[in-house]
T-cell receptor, first 114, second 114 residues
């Protein structure tokens, strides 16, 4: 069974600095998708960034980028120029290309220090 | 507004009772997914419906059931409620060809069992 592991329950970063959230996953499949979702205090789940496993190029969305290491089954999220509005719970997630179900990690709570 | 509507937003009920959570998917989406988020936990997949038919089932308790109606709205029924059922219940929807897209989530229903 596929699993997603986020080893950092909580992290803090100074405003304007860069922070990296870690995620590893376990799968025997070769075709899949990876996601980072953000859950602010409003509790709304917001898709931050996604990566197709067949693409070697790392995805980037403005200040958010990923480091996708397929062989190591690692998918970290880098947030540059951290802003107060980035404070949230961040979930790493996996979906097999053969399935519609998304599997989530337990999340990393990110604090932004002013 | 994500386009996925969940009602009610908050629900407080007593142990042993039964409740119904409602979800209206984003316009055009045929798939509805239900997830449970307990305290300090990630999102646990409960069930997936596509165009009225059950497609996949996760770790959903026998006390829980769901259905998707012809107008595509879905209901999650929770019965014989226990204190441990207190959680945030999310509904999400997606289109036919999910591809690399993630889901669109509703804002959740906060269930408190007392």
């Amino acid at each position: 069974a596929q699993t997603v592991t986020q080893s950092q329950p909580e992290m803090s970063v100074q405003e304007a600095e860069t922070v990296t959230l870690s995620c590893t996953y376990d799968t025997s499949e070769s075709d899949y998708y990876l996601f980072w979702y953000k859950q602010p205090p409003s509790r709304q789940m917001i898709l931050v960034i996604r990566q197709e496993a067949y693409k070697q190029q790392n995805a980037t969305e403005n200040r958010f980028s990923v480091n996708f290491q397929k062989a190591a089954k690692s998918f970290s999220l880098k947030i540059s120029d951290s802003q107060l509005g980035d404070a949230a719970m961040y979930f790493c997630a996996y979906r097999s290309a053969r399935d519609d179900k998304i599997i989530f990690g337990k999340g990393t709570r990110l604090h932004i220090l002013p | 507004d994500s386009g996925v509507t969940q009602t009610p937003k908050h629900l407080i009920t007593a142990t042993g009772q039964r409740v119904t959570l409602r979800c209206s998917p984003r316009s055009g989406d045929l798939s509805v997914y239900w997830y449970q988020q307990s305290l300090d936990q990630g999102l646990q997949f409960l069930i997936h419906y596509y165009n009225g038919e059950e497609r996949a089932k996760g770790n959903i308790l026998e006390r829980f059931s769901a259905q998707q109606f012809p107008d595509l709205h879905s209901e999650l029924n929770l019965s014989s409620l226990e204190l441990g059922d207190s959680a945030l219940y999310f509904c999400a929807s997606s289109s036919l060809n999910l591809g690399s897209a993630g889901y669109t989530f509703g804002s959740g229903t906060r269930l408190t069992v007392v």
